[in-house]
């Protein structure tokens, strides 16, 4: 079956710009999760959803960054002004639904490489 | 604050040249410890799931076990194609639902 697709794969802008990702989950996934991994770096949690619950958006850098997922599917992640500090390589992950444990295994897309000039 | 630390940061071998990564944690009431594997240009890929201490799984010539406090994944006669950054998440509590965070991963390289 097909997997997480992230779309743009790489994405080039100038500093100042807005940028739109795109996540499609696995379908019947309701856990849908945004990362960030710079060079070197981990993975830098920055929002989840779960269903129609209100999202987690506890991990966002700043307020240039938001999210919105669509019918409980597919996700858009937008970077407002961006700035040569966002390049980094964004990855989106999908779960069943936490059961008792809290937690499911993820499943990731191949990210987004965002390069800001 | 919940953390995940994993050693060594690279680590290179020679094929059939066995050892481990470490994955050490301090949250409180563990919920799972997740291995993934992350090739260059993709996004991890997970390999296991822990609950317990003293739990142990295997696949191929991977297999990962779990104390109280860390982690352990074993390599056995490592081949090139093992060749990846490894990475361990655990679950950290975050308003009511769960939160992966995730070790900075091992980068690992087998020489043939």
């Known amino acids: 079956g097909a997997g997480v697709s992230q779309s743009p794969s790489n994405k080039v802008t100038e500093k100042g710009k807005d940028v739109e990702l795109r996540c499609d989950p696995i379908s019947g996934h309701t856990a849908l999760y945004w990362y960030r991994q710079s060079l070197g770096q981990g993975l830098e949690f920055l929002i989840y959803f779960q269903g129609n619950s209100a999202p987690d958006k506890s991990g966002l850098p700043s307020d240039r960054f938001s999210a919105e997922r669509t019918g409980g599917s597919v996700s858009t992640l937008t970077i407002q002004r961006t700035q040569q500090e966002d390049s980094a390589v964004y990855l989106c992950?999908?779960?069943?639904?936490?059961?008792?444990?809290?937690?499911?295994?993820?499943?990731f897309g191949p990210g987004t490489r965002l390069t800001v000039l | 604050e919940d953390q995940v630390t994993q050693s060594p940061e690279a680590l290179r071998l020679q094929e059939g040249e066995s050892s481990s990564l470490n994955c050490s944690y301090t949250?409180?009431?563990?919920?799972?410890l997740f291995w993934y594997r992350q090739d260059p240009g993709k996004g991890p890929e997970f390999l296991f799931t822990l609950y317990s201490a003293g739990e142990e799984k295997e696949k191929e010539r991977l297999k990962a076990t779990l104390t109280k406090k860390e982690s352990f994944l074993h390599i056995t006669a490592p081949k090139p194609e093992d060749s990846a950054t490894y990475l361990c998440a655990v679950p950290r509590s975050s308003g009511g639902s769960y939160i992966p965070t995730f070790g900075r991963g091992t980068s690992l390289i087998v020489h043939p």
């Open positions: 992950a999908s779960s069943l639904t936490p059961g008792t444990g809290g937690y499911n295994e993820q499943f």
């Open positions: 949250v409180s009431g563990l919920r799972g």
